[in-house]
């Protein structure tokens, strides 16, 4: 019998997921033929040794406990009507706390620069110890990733790369316990990611139209934006 595990119609699809009660969320839920729960049972099985491992458990714990902690009222009424009280800033000092970090890196882009130092003072404020590296650290010109002038930004002007490993690697030597992304750039934000030795989270996504809300393209697909979902999806 041939394997039809990489069939379109077999590969995860939670985002179209239309089960009433899914069981991803409930033990007596359902799902269709693609649902991940359902089908990869051997992998989520692995998943779940690896969540034995005491550093890997105690991260989830404290992340699990963070999520609950940001609402109010939980236990006092059935069904329970969420109540959210936790802005992100506020989570992100606190999941800090609880895991024991004491020295904070902060990586941001330039264009972000008075977002980074507003949130380098709450950090302080909170008892941490703060490195905020900005994305044009080491000053590499543009033409070292091989761009042309008429790609540059403002062509004819001497233009700073963005430089994330940089970036990550300074963190690296500066031995930060965990490290904040404030609106690094698309592509920029997966390098640093990728070399950052410290676990990491995300305060601010970048995006320049919607004063870095990218989701409210998401919530106006149907109307301002619904070009996207146009054949092509160009602006």
Same mark, same amino acid.
Not at 207 to 217: E, L
């Given at each position: 019998m041939a394997d039809d595990t990489k069939h379109p119609s077999r590969r995860a699809r939670c985002a179209n997921c239309s089960a009433t009660l899914k069981v991803c969320r409930s033990e007596k839920g359902t799902g269709p033929a693609y649902c991940p729960t359902l089908r990869w049972t051997d992998v989520l099985a692995k998943v779940r040794s690896i969540y034995r491992d005491p550093a890997i458990r105690r991260f989830a714990r404290m992340a699990s406990l963070q999520e609950a902690e940001c609402y109010v009222g939980r236990g006092e009424t059935k069904p329970y009507v969420l109540h959210p009280v936790k802005p992100r800033v506020l989570e992100v000092c606190e999941f800090a706390e609880k895991m024991g970090y004491k020295k904070l890196g902060v990586a941001f882009c330039s264009g972000l620069a008075r977002e980074a130092e507003m949130? !380098?003072?709450?950090? =302080?404020?909170?008892? $941490?110890?703060? !490195?905020?590296?900005? *994305?044009?650290?080491?000053?590499? /010109?543009?033409? %070292?990733?091989?761009?042309? =002038?008429?790609?540059?930004? *403002? /062509?004819?002007? $001497?233009?700073?790369? *963005?430089?994330?490993?940089?970036?990550?690697?300074?963190?690296?030597?500066?031995? %930060?316990d965990f490290n904040v992304l404030v609106g690094l750039c698309v592509g920029h934000d997966s390098l640093f990611l990728k070399h950052a030795g410290a676990p990491c989270t995300v305060l601010v996504v970048?995006?320049?139209? %919607?004063?870095?809300? /990218?989701?409210?393209?998401l919530y106006t697909s149907g109307s301002y934006y619904q070009r996207l979902l146009k054949t092509g999806g160009k602006p």
């Open positions: 949130l !380098v003072k709450i950090l =302080e404020h909170r008892g $941490f110890e703060v !490195v905020s590296v900005v *994305c044009k650290v080491g000053g590499v /010109p543009k033409e %070292t990733l091989g761009l042309k =002038e008429d790609e540059k930004i *403002c /062509p004819g002007e $001497f233009e700073s790369m *963005c430089n994330p490993i940089g970036q990550a690697m300074v963190l690296n030597e500066e031995g %930060t970048k995006d320049r139209v %919607t004063g870095h809300n /990218p989701a409210a393209v």
